[in-house]
T-cell receptor, first 114, second 112 residues
Framework: DGGITQSPKYLFRKEGQNVTLSCEQN?????MYWYRQDPGQGLRLIYY???????QKGDIAEGYSVSREKKESFPLTVTSAQKNPTAFYLC?????????????FGSGTQLSVL | QQQVKQSPQSLIVQKGGISIINCAYE??????FPWYQQFPGKGPALLIA?????SEKKEGRFTISFNKSAKQFSLHIMDSQPGDSATYFC???????????FGSGTQLTVLP
């Protein structure tokens, strides 16, 4: 099956701890994204990558870091600097064309603070 | 600054009724307007999309109406079913900036 796999489904972070969320895609998409979803606030862009070994900050990048060493993988690290990490995190990829942006999303990771 | 404003935040409709969700945008550079549907615990999925050169697009029970002069677009769900209960997000894409901006979402509940 082609798609985007996020793991784990649920993750708990202790105070001062860094945690890493996994995102893997087998759609052969060049672009990948991380969004944060909070109730009533829609989707906010954390980081995105248009090509391997390159990524850009989104609207709320502070306290997060990413890497893009392989086309298929785009892990997100939530660092201890992110003081309010509890949220639903969504990874997406896109088959980019000139005139549209069709995002394919994973099933998300719910991160909670212990 | 929120570039895509979505309303209402929540909507309750009886089975068989029409659900209407509205979005307004400010940036005239937006040139592609998708709607996403999200069920609890899942990622959003593309539902339907429209370009500004047409005023309406219909796919089954789902219709997008687009008013370019007013910079508004809306999603109409005809004959709403309990299985349509989900959160709906409008979005807008700028080809020049290559940015997709989401609205804040509408939680739709269709009562049986």
């Amino acid at each position: 099956d082609g798609g985007i796999t996020q793991s784990p489904k649920y993750l708990f972070r202790k105070e001062g701890q860094n945690v890493t969320l996994s995102c893997e895609q087998n759609l052969n998409h060049d672009a990948m994204y991380w969004y944060r979803q909070d109730p009533g606030q829609g989707l906010r862009l954390i980081y995105y990558s248009q090509i391997v070994n390159d990524f850009q900050k989104g609207d709320i990048a502070e306290g997060y870091s990413v890497s893009r060493e392989k086309k298929e993988s785009f892990p997100l690290t939530v660092t201890s600097a992110q003081k309010n990490p509890t949220a639903f995190y969504l990874c997406a990829s896109s088959a980019r064309t000139e005139n549209n942006e069709k995002l394919f999303f994973g099933s998300g990771t719910q991160l909670s603070v212990l | 600054q929120q570039q895509v404003k979505q309303s209402p935040q929540s909507l309750i409709v009886q089975k068989g009724g029409i659900s209407i969700i509205n979005c307004a945008y400010e940036n005239t550079a937006f040139d592609y307007f998708p709607w996403y549907q999200q069920f609890p615990g899942k990622g959003p999925a593309l539902l339907i999309a429209i370009r500004p050169d047409v005023s309406e697009k219909k796919e089954g029970r789902f219709t997008i109406s687009f008013n370019k002069s007013a910079k508004q677009f809306s999603l109409h769900i005809m004959d709403s079913q309990p299985g349509d209960s989900a959160t709906y997000f409008c979005a807008a894409f700028s080809g020049s900036a290559r940015q997709l901006t989401f609205g804040s979402g509408t939680q739709l509940t269709v009562l049986p």
